[in-house]
């Protein structure tokens, strides 16, 4: 026979089993999560592209102008 | 030194000058028929039919399937663009695909409308009179 005092128990116990259930099904979600390294590497990249490209653009014209037999 | 010697001095500093002016205008015009020379008609033909373009790597590609000759010729010249390319990367501290790409960026600027160019996906495009598709990376 239950008496208050051990439904309020069972009670508990289920809410902490949930809770836990919820708890690893969060973590377990978080940890499947991949991260993105490749989409975040290849803006770094062009980034860095960038600044060298504005850096060598008037050798670049330089060496087109001076070049033109291969350009 | 005696005063004499001062002159001579003075006066050989301004023709040693112009000797050097006159070396270096002299490999100029020793530089420049050759290079005209090494300009093969089959190539400006090539370029204006559009079967060879500008990529944005900064060598010439074929935008449809070449004749033997004409991608012999391509091959050649992109050897020597990639001789130009590390010889200036090594002086401006880059790497040969850093500068070739700058390279190619100025080079798909300068395409003529009618000429070929490679998009940064891929695509063989015709230039127009608009400004060509470069990568985002371009100037």
């Known amino acids: 026979m239950n008496t208050p005092k051990t439904e309020a128990r069972r009670r508990a116990i289920v809410g902490y089993g949930l809770a836990a259930l919820i708890g690893a099904t969060v973590l377990s979600g978080c940890v499947q999560i991949e991260t993105p390294d490749k989409p975040i590497e290849i803006n770094l990249n062009i980034n860095i592209r960038q600044e060298v490209v504005y850096r060598l653009d008037g050798d670049a014209k330089k060496l087109i102008e001076q070049n033109s037999e291969i350009f | ?139």
Request: proline share 8%; aromatic share 6%; glycine share 8%.
């Open chain 2, 1 to 139: 030194m005696t005063g004499n010697d001062m002159m001579r001095l003075k006066m050989w500093k301004p023709t040693g000058l112009a000797l050097a002016a006159i070396a270096a205008t002299a490999a100029v015009a020793l530089a420049v028929p050759s290079a005209m020379a090494q300009r093969d008609p089959a190539y400006a033909a090539a370029r204006a039919a559009g079967q060879i373009g500008e990529q944005p790597d900064g060598y010439l590609g074929f935008a449809s399937t070449p004749t033997p000759a004409i991608r012999a010729l391509v091959q050649d010249l992109n050897i020597k663009r990639k001789a130009a390319y590390t010889e200036r990367a090594q002086a401006t501290g880059s790497t040969v695909e850093q500068f070739a790409f700058t390279s190619g960026c100025n080079l798909i600027a300068n395409t003529k409308p009618g000429e070929k160019y490679q998009a940064p996906d891929g695509r063989w495009l015709t230039r127009d009179d608009s400004p060509p598709v470069r990568n985002a990376s371009c100037p």
